[in-house]
């Protein structure tokens, strides 16, 4: 019988701002994330920033734990990983996050995933107590990532493997009749040779070849023909409003 491996949790590393954990936490609670831990979150826990900038990811911020160190945060994870673009001089593999993820969920033990500081990222010592090194492949030359940036891609790839819910998908009308579609272009060919649009007469076959063409490319439906029908005849024999 397979292992499920549980989520991963989500560690930022002394936090500066109170809308940043918020974001992590709006970031987290959209790809099935919701075990955040802080460690030393520099304006204290709970912090009333956070709130609105979770933007209901409420029972993510409700739920997260505050540990004075990062030993105390990922005591109970078999596997740590560091999210850093800098490897500063530390020796562990590096893997993408697409990568982690996928090890992480063949992973019958908890993972741990440390984010650092908005202004300075992970210490050494901080990256010292991972096992490997995450660092997404991106500008070489504008290596920026703000701290929700870093864990919404972490936590997107990590969700590729779950069963998230997709947007609905929407049934779409069949496509009319050529019958339906002919009479419609029809009508609307007949109210503009009569209003006199096709002008001069030697460019008549290739104007009405135009306006096929622009006609027949969505792929109308007999309601949509209906309805610009209606519109035409509208315009064929006005009301009268007196």
């Known amino acids: 019988m397979s292992v499920v491996a549980p ?61 004075d160190s990062v030993a105390e945060a990922v005591a109970d994870c078999a596997h740590v990983y560091a999210t850093t673009v800098r490897k500063r001089g530390v020796t562990k593999p590096v893997v993408t996050p697409e990568q982690a993820a996928s090890t992480i969920r063949q992973a019958p033990a908890r993972s741990a995933i440390l984010f650092g500081p908005e202004r300075a990222g992970l210490e050494t010592d901080d990256i010292a107590l991972a096992r ?18 870093a864990v919404i891609l972490v936590a997107y790839e990590w969700s590729k493997g779950e069963a998230l819910a997709m947007p609905p998908e929407v049934e779409l009308p069949p496509s009319a009749p050529q019958a339906e579609l002919d009479g419609m272009i029809g ?19 290739t104007t009405r070849r135009t306006l096929r063409t622009l006609l027949t490319k969505p792929g109308w439906s007999s309601q949509e023909v209906r309805t610009l029908r209606g ?11 007196r």
Not at 132 to 147: D, H, K, Y
Not at 187 to 205: I, S, W
């Open 132 to 149: 490997t090194i995450i660092t997404a492949p991106i500008n070489a030359e504008f290596g920026s990532l703000n701290l929700a940036q």
């Open 187 to 205: 009508q609307l060919d007949a109210m503009l040779d009569a209003a006199g649009f096709y002008f001069p007469p030697d460019r008549t076959p």
């Open 231 to 241: 519109v035409l005849s509208a315009l064929e024999r006005p009301r009268d409003r």
């Open 7 to 67: 989520p991963p949790v989500m560690v930022l590393v002394r936090p500066q701002l109170g809308e940043n954990i918020g974001k992590a936490a709006r970031a987290m609670l959209n790809f099935g994330l919701t075990e955040l831990r802080l460690v030393a979150p520099r304006d204290g826990w709970p912090n009333p920033a956070a709130g609105p900038a979770a933007s209901g990811a409420d029972i993510v911020l409700e739920r997260a734990g505050v540990f």
